[in-house]
């Protein structure tokens, strides 16, 4: 369902805010708004666990929160100086990190709106990634 509605988004963040909206506010069980804060905010605190400090550059994930209002805007993505950062410390590969944190967002996308954006967001960038590999 979701791929189909992706496919004409011209960037990630199109995807994702076109997955977030096809999934009704009512189907989103407590279980999955609570698993998508603590994955979150666990993501948040890895990155803490590897040497980074909050992100002063981009929208993402490492950024500092104030509060639960501000926690809740906060994208559930690296942005690219933290990714860099994040692959080096572990030898990671992009394509890699991209497709285990989308198999483990699929499970929950057509109950949650978070799961459901991260996905979109996840396929764009796997394919835009590999264009850009693909290219060189």
């Not at 979150?40 to 992100?55: I, K, N, P, Q, V």
């Not at 926690?71 to 950062?85: F, G, I, M, N, S």
Request: net charge negative; with cysteine.
């Amino acid at each position: 369902m979701a791929a189909k509605n992706e496919a004409h988004a011209s960037s990630a963040m199109q995807a994702a805010v076109r997955a977030f909206a096809l999934v009704p506010a009512s189907s989103q069980s407590d279980g999955t708004l609570w698993l998508a804060r603590v994955c979150r905010t666990a993501s948040h605190e890895l990155g803490h666990c590897f040497g980074m400090d909050h992100c002063v550059y981009y929208a993402c994930s490492m950024q500092g929160s104030a509060g639960l209002s501000e926690d809740a805007r906060q994208p559930p993505y690296l942005c690219p100086v933290d990714l860099a950062k994040v692959l080096c410390a572990t030898g990671a590969d992009t394509s890699d990190w991209y497709r285990a944190l989308l198999k483990f967002c699929e499970r929950f996308e057509d109950q949650n709106r978070t799961f459901a954006a991260f996905s979109a967001w996840l396929r764009h960038r796997l394919s835009t990634v590999s264009e850009e590999s693909s290219s060189s």
